[in-house]
């Protein structure tokens, strides 16, 4: 069955370090998305990426970073310059129509000890 | 700018009874609207769309929602709810010639017995 994949589903991280969130999709869709939701604000947009070797700053990049390499894949970086990295993460995909919806992965949890 | 209000935090309905779910935008023009539900630890599914047409829609699980022009709104609507509504639910707005959707800060449905 065609999904996204995201992993790992739960992170820790020691301040000061970076890590890299695993997102994967087998839909063949063209624009793919990273969403931070915390509790009371919904899901505020971070990057997206419309094609490959392409992406764009949402709202709130500010200390993290994307790559395009493949169309199938989207990880993000946390790095140490977000200073408040703690967070459900929640990677998104959608094909080329404005028309359609998202298909979601199922989160990843990062939390700073 | 685009935004979405979910006036309501969180709901609470006893099983079996009728739920409405508010949902007010704001955009210039008619936006692409979207309605998503997301159980704990989950990504989000989406329930329905409207983007032109017949202004009640129909969506997954029973669910359907209303555009109202004249009052910017998109509720979200189900006759008779049952336990495993409980989730939470998102408003989505997308503008028709963009990439980027603005999610509400959602609500919270709890279903009683």
């Known amino acids: ?113 | 700018a685009q935004s979405v209000t979910q006036p309501d935090i969180h709901i609470t309905v006893s099983e079996g009874a009728s739920l409405e779910l508010r949902c007010n935008y704001s955009y210039g023009a008619t936006p692409y609207l979207f309605w998503y539900v997301q159980s704990p630890g989950q990504g989000l599914q989406l329930l329905l769309k409207y983007f032109s047409g017949d202004t009640l829609v129909q969506g997954i699980k029973g669910f359907e929602a209303e555009f109202k022009r004249s009052q910017s709104s998109f509720n979200l609507r189900k006759p008779s709810v049952h336990w495993s509504d409980a989730a939470e639910y998102f408003c989505a707005v997308r503008n028709t010639g963009g990439f980027k959707t603005i999610f509400g800060a959602g609500t919270r449905l709890f279903v009683k017995a």
Not at chain 1, 30 to 56: C, E, H, K, T
Not at chain 1, 66 to 74: G, I, P, Q, Y
Not at chain 1, 98 to 113: A, E, H, I, P, Q
Request: net charge positive; hydrophobic share 25%; aromatic share 12%.
């Open chain 1, 1 to 113: 069955d065609g999904g996204i994949t995201q992993s790992p589903k739960y992170l820790f991280r020691k301040e000061g370090q970076n890590v890299t969130l695993s997102c994967e999709q087998n839909l063949n869709h063209d624009a793919m998305y990273w969403y931070r939701q915390d509790p009371g604000q919904g899901l505020r947009l971070i990057y997206y990426s419309q094609i490959v070797n392409d992406f764009q700053k949402g709202d709130i990049a500010e200390g993290y970073s994307v790559s395009r390499e493949k169309k199938e894949s989207f990880p993000l970086t946390v790095t140490s310059a977000q200073k408040n990295p703690t967070a459900f993460y929640l990677c998104a995909s959608s094909s080329g129509t404005t028309k359609v919806g998202y298909t979601f992965g199922s989160g990843t949890r990062l939390t700073v000890v």
